[in-house]
């Protein structure tokens, strides 16, 4: 919320949080964010204005506000949070990691000493898949990684129900649109949100890269997702050559 100007920006995972939290951060503090001190460390801009799922106090305490969120693809969301969170950042190499360590540092590594077990651990799931693997397993993704779940729920988890109450709801392609809108209601000539996060061109993937199967699978988990979403979006044909892959988080 930045109050000075009367605007509330939701956000929702995947669909450019970061630069439009960078962008709303210099809006209100009239500089770019270089980092905050929480608990004695320094933390990132997610860190410090963490995504949160909707409640309806979240639009509360601001006077008729311009009230608006960005949307994104949802089949652009689950591949990029592969290419991002998976292959670019190694989110799920940290979450093994951190299973592992939680195993080994308690019960099952005495239970191990005592029985002769080893100190083996449950499986693991694949941390680097391909992106037919994830797509195919994307329940189970979704279920073991904190990092995927969280970047691959329903949009009404973050905005709530009724999509209604917002004042504009943008398409990542339409942010032009939305720098326009925010120049106009702050008179601002310098409002612009930067691209942030980027996927190396390596990670990058698109519809044409997914096997039939995957292609299937995906649609078949976003149904849900495309009807909720039918005003701004339509699926993806198996024909279509690539979907828009901005990488952004």
Request: hydrophobic content about 35%; glycine content about 6%; some cysteine.
């Amino acid at each position: 919320m930045v109050r000075r100007y009367n605007v509330a920006y939701v956000p929702v995972p995947k669909a450019a949080c970061t630069s439009l939290k960078r962008a709303m951060y210099r809006l209100e503090h009239g500089k770019d964010f270089a980092g905050e001190m929480r608990n004695g460390r320094k933390v990132g801009i997610q860190r410090a204005y963490p995504t949160r799922p909707f409640t309806p106090a979240a639009l509360e305490g601001l006077k008729d506000p311009f009230t608006f969120a960005v949307l994104r693809d949802p089949a652009e969301r689950v591949l990029s949070t592969w290419s991002n969170r998976v292959m670019q950042r190694g989110r799920l190499e940290v979450e093994n990691q951190r299973k592992l360590d939680r195993l080994f540092a308690g019960r099952w590594r005495r239970l191990g000493q005592r029985f002769g077990l080893g100190g083996q651990a449950p499986s693991l799931l694949n941390p680097r898949p391909d992106l037919n693997d994830f797509v195919l397993n994307i329940e189970a993704y979704s279920r073991s990684s904190a990092a995927v779940r969280h970047h691959t729920r329903s949009v009404a988890d973050f905005l709530g129900p009724d999509l209604s109450v917002y004042n504009r709801l943008y398409r990542v392609q339409d942010m032009p649109a939305l720098e326009a809108d925010i120049r106009d209601r702050t008179g601002l000539d310098t409002f612009a949100v930067p691209r942030t996060n980027v996927s190396p061109p390596e990670y990058r993937a698109g519809i044409a890269d997914l096997s039939d199967a995957a292609f299937d699978k995906l649609m078949t988990w976003l149904e849900p997702e495309y009807e909720l979403l039918s005003q701004w979006f339509t699926p993806p044909r198996r024909d279509q050559l690539n979907t828009q892959q901005t990488g952004t988080i």
